[in-house]
């Protein structure tokens, strides 16, 4: 038995199956490069300085840790980061060299991504999704969850 109210009106399930939909929107642009979106932010972060502390990185991704530690992974083996022990419980990855070129790669296959949605949504209509989201994630922050 389907249940009608939850296909129609659960935030969660609009938020999800959007999310999925969005993925793989981005994934097939990165596709070529052998990347997923996830990793490909994850490189950006990582290149940028943006966390000292996987525990930081994991928080600015949206992921738990072990979700973290299975793209950090993947990202490892094929050669674009290096994990680096900055204190004896403190673990930083950093870009390897071929890592620098993959976002470099990965950027502008993100910019065609993006680029492709933008023209559908025109700038306000993308203008006006980001801040619904934002709006979306505080209401779930100030009603408990984390």
Excluded at 39 to 57: K, T
């Amino acid at each position: 038995m389907e249940l009608e109210w939850m296909r129609n009106v659960c935030l969660a399930h609009a938020a999800r199956s959007t999310a999925n939909l969005v993925t793989r929107h981005y994934n097939r642009f990165l596709a070529p490069i052998d990347l997923e979106i996830t990793q490909a932010m994850l490189l950006g972060l990582i290149g940028a300085g943006e966390a000292d502390s996987l525990s930081e990185l994991a928080r600015l991704l949206g992921v738990d840790r072990s979700t973290l530690q299975r793209n950090l992974k993947l990202l490892e083996e094929a050669g674009l980061v290096n994990k680096v022990r900055i204190a004896p419980n403190r673990i930083k990855p950093e870009l390897s060299a071929a890592g620098q070129t993959k976002i470099r790669e990965a950027s502008e296959a993100w910019q065609q991504a993006q680029d492709s949605l933008t023209a559908e949504l025109g700038e306000a209509g993308a203008d006006t999704i980001r801040t619904q989201m934002k709006t979306l994630r505080k209401a779930v922050h100030k009603a408990g969850a984390s």
